[in-house]
C-alpha cells in the first residue's frame, strides 16, 4: 500500500521533533550568530569551555547535566548555548579553532570544563569551573549570574534613568565575586546613569 507523501513528511516531522527533544539543547559554535541570537529572544549565552574528546569532567557535565532534556527544560527560556571547544585530535576548521582560542583568553578559562553566562552584549556575568554531575548544582552554580542578567535586562528595558540604575547598582551589588574582574562597563553605566551614588554602588 502507498503511504500518501503529506503522511510521510509529518511522520518525518515528528520524528525530528522527537530526536530534537531527546537530545536537549542546541549548541551553537559561533559566538556573534549566539548573540545575535541572544539579542533577538531576550537570553543570555551559556558558554560550555569544553575539550570534547580528552576532558573527562567535561564529558560528564554534558552528559549528565547540559545535554540531558531536563537542563533545556530549564534553560529554554534563559539561554543561548554556545559550545567553545578545544579537542585534542579532533581537527577543528582553522576559524573556529581561532575563535575558541580568543575566547579562552578573552574570559581567561584556567580549567575545563568552565560554564560562564555572558549577556549579549558578551559581559561575563558568573559561572563555573570544574565537573558537576547533577541538574541541582548547575542550577545553584548560575543563580547569581542568572540573577545580573535579570537585572540588566530591566535596566535596558526601563524608561527612567533612575529606575535604569536601580538595576544597574543591584546588578553590580550581586555580581559574583569571581567575576568583578569583568565588570568595568557596568562601573561605567553606573557612573553616567547615577554620578551622584544615589544608591550605594560606589564605596
Not at 503522511?7 to 551553537?28: C, D, N, R, Y
Not at 554534558?62 to 578545544?86: C, I, M, N, Q, S
Not at 548547575?138 to 529606575?163: D, E, T, W
Amino acid at each position: 500500500t502507498m503511504i500518501p507523501r503529506t503522511l510521510f513528511t509529518m511522520a518525518s516531522v515528528t520524528v525530528a521533533a522527537v530526536a530534537s527533544i531527546a537530545t536537549g539543547a542546541e549548541w551553537m559554535t559561533d559566538l556573534e550568530a549566539a548573540q545575535a541570537k541572544a539579542k533577538a529572544e531576550n537570553k543570555a549565552v551559556l558558554v560550555d569551555f569544553t575539550g570534547s574528546d580528552w576532558c573527562h569532567f567535561c564529558i560528564v557535565l554534558r552528559r549528565r547535566v547540559l545535554d540531558t532534556p531536563a537542563f533545556e527544560e530549564w534553560g529554554a527560556d534563559k539561554f543561548v548555548y554556545l559550545e567553545v571547544d578545544l579537542p585534542r585530535t579532533t581537527r577543528l576548521p582553522e576559524e573556529l579553532l581561532r575563535q575558541n582560542n580568543a575566547l579562552v583568553k578573552q574570559y581567561r578559562v584556567g580549567g575545563f570544563p568552565t560554564v560562564i553566562v555572558l549577556d549579549a552584549e558578551g559581559h561575563a556575568l558568573g559561572g563555573f569551573t570544574g565537573g558537576m554531575t547533577r541538574l541541582p548544582d548547575v542550577k545553584k552554580a548560575l543563580a547569581p549570574a542568572l540573577a545580573v542578567h535579570r537585572h540588566i535586562q530591566c535596566a535596558r528595558a526601563a524608561q527612567q534613568s533612575n529606575a535604569a540604575a536601580y538595576h544597574l547598582a543591584a546588578a553590580y551589588e550581586i555580581y559574583p565575586d569571581n567575576y568583578r574582574i569583568f565588570n568595568a562597563w557596568l562601573r561605567e553605566e553606573l557612573a553616567q546613569c547615577d554620578p551622584h551614588n544615589v544608591y550605594g554602588w560606589q564605596t
